[in-house]
């Protein structure tokens, strides 16, 4: 069972910048692609980015695509999403996910909220 814990969220005006992280506590963590998702209020959960193991091949949702940065620090069991030119339209709450490659079992951290006002 992996634990994931997210941390970075809060309340931000339009325009700017937040910095998410999730730290995992596997210690093969290394061996995880790992990604992010959100869930806006009334709307179904949708993903955000994902990176694979080794960092390689980030993946992002044509909605974030040139404003957020996935990277993750295997060193440290952490995956970052950097989120910059922030829209209301981004506040949700947000969650961070691992699974193995080729294996259907996807785990899932609590969330933490973004809230991006006008």
């Known amino acids: 069972q992996v634990q994931l814990v997210e941390s970075g969220g809060g309340s931000i005006q339009a325009g700017g910048s937040l910095s998410l992280s999730c730290v995992a506590s596997?210690?093969?963590?290394?061996?995880?692609?790992m990604a992010w998702y959100r869930q806006a209020p009334g709307k179904v959960r949708e993903f955000v980015a994902t990176i694979n193991h080794n960092g390689a091949v980030p993946n992002y949702a044509d909605s974030v695509k040139g404003r957020f940065t996935i990277s993750r620090d295997n060193a440290k069991n952490t995956v970052n999403l950097q989120m910059d030119s922030l829209h209301p339209h981004d506040t949700a709450i947000y969650y961070c996910?691992?699974?193995?490659?080729?294996?259907?079992?996807?785990?899932w951290g609590p969330g933490t909220q973004v809230t991006v006002s006008s």
């Open positions: 596997e210690r093969t963590f290394s061996n995880y692609h």
């Open positions: 996910t691992a699974c193995l490659p080729f294996v259907a079992t996807k785990y």
